[in-house]
Nanobody, 122 residues
């Protein structure tokens, strides 16, 4: 089992920045790709970004390219999502997820965190 705990969410004005963290515990973190997803009120959960175990492969949804950066520190079992130039439409609950193997842009992940709220005011 892998436990994932997100942190770093909050309220920020449009144009501001936040950095989300996701700490993993439980079984070894080795070999896991990590992803960030989000769900806005009355909308389906959507893919945001993913990163491979080595960090060499990263994918982003089009709406966040150039603004968000996913990274990881395997020594700390932690993945990050740096969010810059935030927009009101980025408001959502952000979820961290883990899957063994290659990164995926769909929600076929094995483990999920409980989420952290990000609210961007206009």
């Amino acid at each position: 089992q892998v436990q994932l705990v997100e942190s770093g969410g909050g309220l920020v004005q449009a144009g501001g920045s936040l950095r989300l963290s996701c700490a993993a515990s439980g079984r070894t973190f080795s070999g896991f790709s990590m992803g960030w997803f989000r769900q806005a009120p009355e909308k389906e959960r959507e893919f945001v970004a993913t990163i491979s175990w080595s960090g060499g492969t990263r994918y982003y949804t089009d709406s966040v390219k150039g603004r968000f950066i996913i990274s990881r520190d395997n020594d700390k079992n932690t993945v990050y999502l740096q969010m810059n130039s935030l927009k009101p439409e980025d408001t959502a609950v952000y979820y961290c997820a883990a899957r063994l193997g290659r990164p995926s842009t769909t929600d076929n992940y094995d483990y999920w965190g409980l989420g952290t709220q990000v609210t961007v005011s206009s």
